[in-house]
């Protein structure tokens, strides 16, 4: 995948649904460089960071994650500069490497099993799961020089630790994966669950951004407008009998 330059402040580099690599994105200010997630894998990371350098862009300073699942955390360890991610997102990832290193959980069988996973470690590569260097709660905003992000805690479908990475600027919102089912709660991981009301909470934390985003990067989709992509969050309110969404769900 080559990187896709979405303006003159922010690119990405598109999601590939095969190995269910998400987007990871660049964020560049006059003085920092903020991406947005941190890779499934340090290939992905490396991948990523090539693109940056054939671009003429500068490497991150600071990267921030929208939520802990591997394909958007298990590259952190080879990002460049510091890493951001909320509280929960933290506990989340130290709860994973436990289940990694411990081959009589069962768990670790799922997270080995997942899509992509055997591509991004193959056999005798292990992933080096690592936490945030800076906690967040509630919001945090940082100003990049000529550009700010926000990043805001959010109640949301997919995880309890979902972050939306706001740029107002741009009017730019990465999104991640938050609108999605979640798979983390219940006993079947293949079931999938959309609590309305998380999906509510979502909904009033970005209708409530000023100014409105117009561009909605998702994680494991291309960019959206808003018409499209609120549009669709209602429609999964009232989901009309027997139809499903048309978004990818991710984890």
């Known amino acids: 995948m080559s990187l896709v330059r979405l303006s003159e402040r922010i690119s990405y580099l598109p999601h590939v649904e095969e190995l269910d690599r998400p987007v ?5 200010g006059d003085r920092l460089a ?3 997630d941190a890779g499934y894998s340090p290939r992905h990371v490396e991948d990523f960071y090539r693109e940056l350098v054939s671009a003429g862009l500068p490497l ?13 955390s ?20 130290l709860e994973a490497r436990g289940i990694l290193l411990d081959p009589a959980d069962p768990r670790r069988a799922d997270i080995r099993s997942a899509q992509g996973f055997a591509e991004e470690f193959p056999p005798g590569e292990d992933p080096v799961v690592v936490t945030a260097d800076l906690e967040f709660e509630g919001e945090l905003e940082v100003d990049l020089g000529g550009v700010t992000a926000r990043l805001i805690a959010t109640d949301a479908p997919h995880t309890n630790d979902s972050t ?12 991640g994966d938050c609108f999605c089912e979640d798979y983390d709660s219940g006993d079947d991981p293949s079931v999938c669950r959309l609590d309305p009301a998380r999906l509510c909470a979502l909904l009033a934390t970005i209708e409530g951004l000023d100014p409105a985003p117009e561009t909605f990067v998702i994680g494991h989709c291309p960019p959206e407008g808003p018409d499209e992509f609120l549009g669709y969050l209602h429609e999964l309110l009232q989901p009309a009998p027997g139809e499903g969404g048309t978004h990818a769900s991710a984890s």
């Open 24 to 28: 990871l994105a660049l964020v560049r």
């Open 60 to 72: 991150p300073d600071l990267t921030a994650l929208t939520h802990w699942h591997w394909d958007h």
């Open 164 to 175: 939306l990475v706001y740029v107002p600027e741009e009017r730019t919102l990465f999104v």
């Open 34 to 36: 903020l991406a947005v």
């Open 74 to 93: 298990f590259g952190m360890g080879a990002v460049a500069g510091l890493t951001v991610a909320r509280k929960e997102t933290n506990e989340h990832l």
